[in-house]
Structures are given as structure tokens and as C-alpha cells.
């Protein structure tokens, strides 16, 4: 038996009577409501923005045919228990971060962020142009899921902290709020890494419980607070220079969709990526100089600790090559962004040098 139709005919106990009881009126003919969980609260920046942004796409682009009922964390599952909602039909959708999702399979990961990985550029050239689509489908297909990419937050910032990293030891014992590998690659250098939802790390950093923690960039940072609990602020990361977000069906709720709703749905991902791309680019300069503005102090990590980061960053790579999945992912995902890197460098990155040389920014 296929995992499909393993996940068909056997959901756990009461999540399989709650899967028959929400998931009818998806079937229902004519105007239909998909209920759509998502991993953060309600008017998170960036993240919430993309979530919203789609519901709203695909009800006004169907005439209301399909209308999105978004549920936030916490309001009918937790944040990291969309992917097992959606996969068992609890709820017809998820909008999330598929890195959430790594103990279900390593590989989504590169539909997120991977360490030293593709920018928000890169992501799309590989995910439109060099078949990270298919690869993404082929691997929901799996866990009964159809899924999309459907939000970019771009460059995430190497995160808060509460004292300044100076060598590579300094990580040593840190309890760090940090998903997927990501996090692993600061295990590997001591940290204690903690996988806090959105909506928990303001409180975790403030009472203690972290030392430090990254979100996704100074304009969603700034609506959280961090900068009145701590000043420290490490500008670029490595981690997640471009994280996206993922929308993902139910794959019995997608196969049931009209061809043209499925198109429309295709559609709406594809501008709610795009804008979302472009706001978070948008708001990140202003916001943070007004963090600098109100005292938070920017910071680069040294060469060394990028080179820590590195380091274990190909280790936590080479431990999941086992894998045929993970592995045929990564060859197509490495390869498009080694086809891009020459060109950006020679192209985009001197003149974006030149540029900034000549106007003086």
C-alpha cells in the first residue's frame, strides 16, 4: 500500500472522525468553503501578509466559487500541526514553512531555506524554470499533499542577541530559537536550539527562556519588539538568505477543484509570491533604520564564525544525501544555483558595487 492511500483509509482514531465531518462541505457542489490553517497569528508581517494575500486571490478570483476560511495557529490546530491537518484531511489546506516539516521528510527543507542556500531570486528561477515545482509535488505527493510556493520573505536576518558573537565559541551553549537545518547546522556548533512558533518567541526571549532568536527581518522583527528586549542585531545570515512559504492542499481537495479553480489557484500563488517577495524587500530598509534609530546596535558576523557556519552547514547537506529524495532535490536545486551564482556575481553584484560606489549609498 502506497503512503496515499495509506493516509486514505487509516487517519488516527478521532482525527479520522473530524477529517469526514470538516472536510464534507469541501465536496459540497456549487460555492464552497476550504477551511486553511495556518503557523502564525493573525496579522503577522510578511508571513500572515502571504497567507491572507491568497485567501483572498483565489475567493475574489472565483467569484466566491471558493471561499477561504484561514484559521490561525492555535485556533483549530497548532502552529507546526498544519502539515498533519492537511495530510490527513482535518483541513483542506495549510499555508506555512514547509521546513517545519523536516520529521516527515528531510527534503522539504529546500522548499523553505536551506543553509548557504538560494536567495529570493534563485528560488524562483529554480522552482519555475529548472523543476523545483514538480520536485515539490512529487515529494507532497507522498503525505496526500499538492502544494505551492506562496509567499518569499527574502533575506532573513542572523537573528537577536543578548551579547555579541565575536568567534565561532561564542555559540557554545547559546539557546537560540532556529528552524530547520538552519538549526541544525547550530546544534552542530553547541548551541541549544530551540524550535519556538512565531507566536511564542517574544515572551521565550523576554523572560529568559532564549538568548537569542531570528524571525524574518527587520519589518516583521520591528511589529514583534524584539528591539525592546535586546539591541544586538546580526544583519545578514546564513541560514535563510531567501525563505519561502508554502500553500499546500489536501490532495483528495485539490483533485476535486474544477480545472480552471485549479489554474486560479496556480495563479494566485504566483502573484501572492511575487508581492509578497517585494514587501518584504520593500519595508526591510526603512525598518531598519528605524531600528538603528532607536538604539539597536547592527552587526556582521566575523569570517571565522561564517566559516563554522559552513563548515557544518556541508555536513548537515552530506548526512541527508542518503536519502533518493533529498538527493535528487538537492542535484537539481544545487545546479540551478551554481547555473545563476557566475552571472549574479558578474552582473548584479558589480553593479549593484558600482552603483552604490557612484551615489554614494
Excluded at 352 to 359: D, S, Y
Aim: hydrophobic share 40%; aromatic share 12%.
Amino acid at each position: 500500500m502506497d503512503r496515499r492511500s495509506f493516509l486514505r483509509t487509516s487517519a488516527l482514531g478521532g482525527a479520522a472522525a473530524a477529517s469526514t465531518t470538516l472536510a464534507a462541505p469541501a465536496y459540497a457542489q456549487g460555492n464552497r468553503t476550504l477551511t486553511l490553517v495556518t503557523s502564525v497569528p493573525d496579522g503577522f508581517a510578511i508571513f500572515d501578509d502571504a497567507a491572507q494575500q491568497a485567501a483572498d486571490y483565489i475567493t475574489a478570483m472565483t467569484d466566491g466559487a471558493l471561499t477561504i476560511n484561514k484559521m490561525p495557529a492555535g485556533s483549530l490546530v497548532g502552529a507546526f500541526e498544519v502539515f498533519d491537518a492537511v495530510s490527513s484531511g482535518q483541513a483542506d489546506m495549510y499555508h506555512s514553512a514547509d521546513y517545519y516539516f523536516l520529521n516527515q521528510h528531510p527534503a522539504f527543507a529546500f522548499f523553505t531555506a536551506v543553509p548557504f542556500g538560494m536567495t529570493a531570486q534563485e528560488v524562483a528561477n529554480w522552482y519555475y524554470r529548472r523543476g523545483g515545482h514538480d520536485q515539490h509535488n512529487e515529494l507532497a505527493g507522498l503525505f496526500n499533499l499538492h502544494s505551492f510556493l506562496c509567499g518569499q520573505t527574502a533575506m532573513q536576518p542572523g537573528g537577536w542577541f543578548n551579547a555579541e558573537i565575536t568567534s565561532a565559541d561564542d555559540l557554545q551553549g547559546l539557546r537560540f530559537r532556529m528552524p530547520g537545518q538552519g538549526g541544525q547546522v547550530l546544534g552542530r556548533l553547541g548551541a541549544s536550539v530551540q524550535n519556538i512558533p512565531g507566536g511564542e518567541i517574544y515572551q521565550a526571549l523576554a523572560s529568559g527562556q532564549i538568548d537569542g532568536a531570528e524571525w524574518i527581518g527587520p519589518y516583521a522583527d520591528e511589529r514583534l519588539g524584539f528591539q525592546e528586549i535586546t539591541s544586538i542585531y546580526y544583519a545578514a545570515g546564513f541560514h535563510e538568505p531567501g525563505s519561502a512559504l508554502t500553500l499546500s492542499f489536501n490532495l483528495d481537495v485539490w483533485e476535486s477543484l474544477t480545472p480552471s479553480q485549479q489554474q486560479i489557484v496556480d495563479a494566485a500563488c504566483r502573484a501572492t509570491h511575487a508581492t509578497n517577495t517585494a514587501l518584504s524587500l520593500a519595508e526591510n530598509g526603512a525598518a531598519l533604520a528605524r531600528l538603528q534609530g532607536a538604539g539597536v546596535q547592527v552587526r556582521q558576523f566575523p569570517n571565522d564564525v561564517w566559516d563554522a557556519f559552513g563548515r557544518a552547514s556541508a555536513e548537515v547537506r552530506e548526512e541527508n544525501m542518503g536519502d533518493p529524495m533529498y538527493a535528487a532535490i538537492a542535484e537539481t536545486y544545487f545546479a540551478s544555483m551554481q547555473e545563476s551564482a557566475s552571472w549574479y556575481e558578474q552582473a548584479d553584484g558589480e553593479y549593484m558595487r558600482q552603483r552604490n560606489r557612484v551615489l554614494g549609498y
